[in-house]
Nanobody, 115 residues
């Protein structure tokens, strides 16, 4: 079983920064993709950023140039550095691990960006 625990959310003013962290435990592989998703109120969950093997990254157009995803396979963590935050970045951020047969999710951490 894979478990993910997110931390680092909070309230920040527009233009500020936050760093989210996700600790992964259980039977995992560094070759499997991991990512951060978010869900804004009244909207569907969407991909924010993903990373494979700590090298290949992918970002939603809305966060390119502002967010950076990183992975430390030795520590089993995946972080999301968020800079120049905007009110539209508000939402619950979820860590994701893509297993061979299913996706695993954390419980989420709330990010609120005030204007």
């Amino acid at each position: 079983q894979v478990q993910l625990v997110e931390s680092g959310g909070g309230l920040v003013q527009a233009g500020g920064s936050l760093r989210l962290s996700c600790v992964v435990s259980g039977r995992t592989s560094s070759r499997n993709p991991m990512g951060w998703y978010r869900q804004a109120p009244g909207k569907q969950r969407e991909l924010v950023a993903s990373i494979i093997s700590g090298i290949s990254t992918n970002y939603a157009d809305s966060v390119k140039g502002r967010f950076t995803i990183s992975r430390d396979n030795a520590k089993n963590t995946v972080d999301l550095q968020m800079n120049s935050l905007k009110p539209e970045d508000t939402g619950v951020y979820y860590c994701n691990y893509r297993g061979y047969n299913m996706d695993y999710w954390g419980k989420g951490t709330l990010v609120t960006v005030s204007s």
